[in-house]
């Protein structure tokens, strides 16, 4: 785990957040997949695989950003 946040800690910011504004937000109109995803999570109706991958997808450049947020918070300046 530690090898991992290792790697995580080496990303630079800049890549983290090119991932977020493309894969996360992607596609923009008429609203970002993880909207829609995150809406259709709180009205219980992402029951769907696809939606479910789709929901994890959109996702990950922002958990990938909030571990790294984490890591750096961890470790001393």
Known sequence: MTALLSQV?????IVV?????TLGLAPYM???HIVE????LL??????PID???LLLHAAP??????K???MMRSPV
């Open 9 to 13: 800690d080496r990303l630079p910011w």
């Open 17 to 21: 957040i090119a991932l977020c504004l």
């Open 30 to 32: 008429p609203e970002p």
């Open 37 to 40: 995803k995150l809406r259709m």
């Open 43 to 48: 009205q219980g109706t992402l029951r769907k």
């Open 52 to 54: 479910i991958f789709d």
């Open 62 to 67: 922002f958990l990938l950003a909030l571990v």
């Open 69 to 71: 947020l984490a890591a």
